[in-house]
């Protein structure tokens, strides 16, 4: 009886060992071909990865964050601001596993609510505010802070008392940028004024050459652009004006290049892609990060950029960090017309979305 016992016994203990082995067993082959799921992100850009401006600083602002948050980056390049050659992208970014798609060009705002709605498991970042989708959401950088403290050094520089200023098209992006840069000019120079070329174009190397020239024959003997290559720049170094840079600087340029407002992408594209991995994402907040963040700032000073001009510039720069933006007291525009009283700010509204007017001293060079 007892052996009986004994053997009962012993097969049980044998079966549930080998029930306890199996189980685990199954789970380590289970985990072992289980492959952790990497978000795929995806970003469409109107020119090249490697045009030395406006599109090479997005695709490495993003590669950065992917690499950064261990995700994987698809791009679609040299993408036109039309509503069918952005659905392609889109379709083919979706198709390639994409469930975060950072549009970057202006014009693609337009379409970005019918192409959102037609992915509504997709997240969408706009580099335009013109999208209200539920799935849609703007982003930018305030560089209108830092194109202020650069009007500050074009100020000072100028021996005319005039800028000139290639653009690409009148939309608020840059007329904000426009405005800041000849308020800081005329904190320098308070006589100081600026000439504002527009191209139609981002990116026409003969129509924005052709501006600096018509500029400097005007009497502008500081030059800066908002377009995606630097073209007007170089030349305007060739031709030995004074600079202030933008977005981006890869050029070697001589000592008249003063400084430039650069935006720090990496920075930026970590924050947005870091929110949307971890839930945090709010699609009822756009992003628009300043200098106190440090989505902003200017480039290395050149030695001829003097002492008190920096002070000036750095107190400035303290003044915009801790206390009041650019658009605050006491502004008229250049009709006359206040606009901003001195217990005012300018909201964000009018800023990002509709700002369509000049300040005093900016003058449209038809």
């Not at 939309?171 to 426009?178: F, K, L, M, N, V």
């Not at 009822?284 to 700032?297: E, I, K, M, N």
Request: some cysteine.
């Amino acid at each position: 009886m007892k052996n009986k016992e004994h053997l009962v016994r012993t097969v049980f203990a044998v079966v549930s060992v080998l029930l306890v082995v199996g189980i685990v067993v199954l789970i380590f082959t289970f985990r072992a071909g289980k492959k952790e799921k990497t978000t795929e992100a995806g970003v469409v850009l109107i020119g090249s990865s490697d045009d030395n401006g406006w599109n090479e600083s997005h695709y490495n602002g993003v590669k950065a964050a992917c690499e950064k948050l261990s995700c994987t980056m698809h791009a679609e390049m040299n993408v036109p601001e039309e509503e069918e050659a952005l659905r392609e992208a889109v379709l083919r970014l979706t198709q390639e596993g994409c469930s975060v798609i950072f549009l970057t060009s202006y014009g693609y705002g337009g379409y970005a609510d019918e192409i959102a709605e037609a992915f509504p498991e997709v997240a969408f970042y706009c580099i335009s505010g013109d999208a209200e989708a539920d799935n849609c959401m703007a982003y930018f950088a305030r560089i209108y802070q830092a194109r202020y403290l650069a009007g500050i050094a074009a100020g000072a520089a100028t021996g005319s008392g005039v800028l000139g200023y290639v653009s690409a098209m009148p939309i608020p992006e840059t007329i904000r940028s426009i405005n800041a840069y000849c308020m800081g000019a005329q904190m320098a120079n308070p006589g100081a004024k600026v000439l504002v070329k527009y191209t139609g174009s981002w990116d026409d190397k003969d129509a924005e050459e052709a501006a600096v020239k018509t500029l400097a024959d005007a009497g502008a003997d500081v030059m800066t652009f908002h377009e995606d290559r630097p073209y007007a720049i170089d030349l305007a170094d060739e031709m030995g004006l004074y600079t202030t840079g933008y977005d981006y600087v890869t050029g070697d340029y001589s000592e008249r290049f003063l400084t430039a407002a650069v935006f720090n992408w990496d920075m930026l594209y970590a924050k947005v892609l870091g929110d949307y991995l971890s839930g945090r994402g709010d699609y009822a907040h756009d992003y628009w990060l300043g200098l106190s963040d440090g989505a902003v700032s200017l480039y290395p000073y050149s030695a001829l950029v003097s002492e008190e001009t920096k002070k000036l510039i750095a107190a400035e720069e303290e003044r915009l960090r801790t206390l009041r933006d650019v658009f605050s007291g006491e502004i008229y525009d250049n009709t006359g017309t206040i606009r901003c009283h001195t217990d005012e700010r300018i909201g964000d509204e009018e800023l990002f979305n509709s700002i369509d007017w000049y300040v005093e001293g900016v003058e449209i060079h038809e």
